[in-house]
């Protein structure tokens, strides 16, 4: 049976969010509180784009995370980081923000993100963030 306050789960919606601000990240209970375990989502095709020059960002997200009371539902997650394909953000502000917006929606006992970016000029850039702050 579908939690009734999962919108996207069971639905055929496919209008992306314009914006991470307009996304909604929903969770769901998590089936084993008080037992620490990880979950990992990995993510190929994050794209962002640059501030500076307008172009494409792509990455490959890794998302791992201990849950405390609720965890993050996969397809509001989907919808959540493909809002990010209009936003002009540096690379760090990226993997900062999805930290910062999965901490706020679950509050999970420890979240990892890892964002390891396409080579710009040569360089490929690879940020991690952690929480709590480690």
Known sequence: MTDPDLTLLGHSENRLPASPEEAKLETFPNCRPGRKFWI??????FSSLCPVTGQPDTAHIVIRYVPD????????????????????????????????????AMNPQELHIEG???????????????HPNQ
């Open 40 to 45: 990992t989502l990995d993510c190929p095709e």
């Open 116 to 130: 390891k970016f396409g080579s710009r000029g040569g360089i490929q850039l690879t940020c991690s963030a952690s």
């Open 69 to 104: 009371e609720s965890c993050v539902e996969t397809k509001s997650l989907k919808f959540y980081l493909a809002s990010f394909r209009n936003l002009p953000a540096f690379n760090e502000e990226v993997v900062n923000r999805i930290l910062d917006d999965l901490v706020a």
